[in-house]
């Protein structure tokens, strides 16, 4: 991971230096990383990847560099290495951003929080339609 964090830190600027490396997934990649650069301390995202991932990480750059272009809230791309010449694997460096990717306890996610609000529980059909003419029905009049 050395080499990957050297070309990382390059990235930023001459006599930069990687000062903390946080994995964003349970301790691994992608990994949040602070860069030294003469006493400012800088924040970006690190992917690595193998070669199996070079299409990914291309991919991710694609999306990147289409967000900025049309001024979308999204990190910015700082840079990439593909084919790991420089950094000895496949690598992209974007910035990183305020906030946390972490769900809170008891949030459901995935499309099962749109359909049913439980996993696995997802609307019959019909059933609006049954509730309403069966508040109808009981509605005194």
Known sequence: MEPVLRWAASQMGAGARPVAVKGLRAGAGPWRLRIDRGGTVLEAVLRVGDTSSRQLLA???????????????????????????????????????????????????????????????????????????????????
């Open 59 to 141: 991919t991710e750059a694609a999306a990147l560099a289409f967000a900025e272009a049309h001024q979308l809230a999204a990190p910015r791309l700082l840079a990439v290495d593909l084919d790991g010449a420089v950094a000895g694997r496949p690598v992209l460096l974007m910035t990183a951003l305020a906030g946390t990717s972490t769900i809170p306890p008891g949030r459901v996610g995935g499309a099962a929080a749109g359909v049913g609000g439980r996993r696995g529980h997802a609307p019959q059909r019909g059933h609006r339609a049954r509730a309403r003419s069966a508040g109808a029905d009981t509605t005194p009049g």
